[in-house]
């Protein structure tokens, strides 16, 4: 059974920083194309980060650039997202996610076959 399972999420003041973490089972994601997608209340599943199989190319939405990092460990099976600077609007529930191609970076969750359950990150101003 394919699993994918995030944590790392909790409570932050405005300015902190949080490591999520992806830790995947049940088959290597080492060669797929990974993602981190976040869902604010009433509001859609939004990209927020991603990186091919080798990490060499990586995507932010305009919203993490310079704030946060996505970098992937093969050898664990784990991908992060090192969120620094965070903000009140950061505040969401923050979803791993694994694509079945090895270099296509997609920027939308229909170009993900894999989730994980989420984790929640609130950050209070």
């Known amino acids: 059974q394919v699993q994918l399972v995030e944590s790392g999420g909790g409570l932050v003041q405005a300015g902190g920083s949080l490591r999520l973490s992806c830790a995947a089972s049940?088959?290597?994601?080492?060669?797929?194309?990974m993602g981190w997608f976040r869902q604010a209340p009433g509001k859609e599943r939004e990209f927020v980060a991603g990186?091919?199989?080798?990490?060499?190319?990586?995507k932010y939405a305009d919203s993490a650039k310079g704030r946060f990092t996505i970098s992937r460990d093969n050898a664990k099976n784990t991908v992060y997202l090192q969120m620094n600077t965070l903000k009140p609007e950061d505040t969401a529930v923050y979803y791993c996610?694994?694509?079945?191609?090895?270099?296509?970076?997609?920027?939308?969750?229909?170009?993900?076959?894999?989730w994980g359950q989420g984790t929640q990150v609130t950050v209070s101003s």
């Open positions: 996610a694994a694509s079945d191609s090895r270099y296509y970076l997609g920027l939308t969750r229909d170009q993900y076959a894999y």
């Open positions: 990186l091919t199989w080798s990490g060499s190319n990586t």
């Open positions: 049940g088959r290597t994601f080492s060669r797929n194309v």
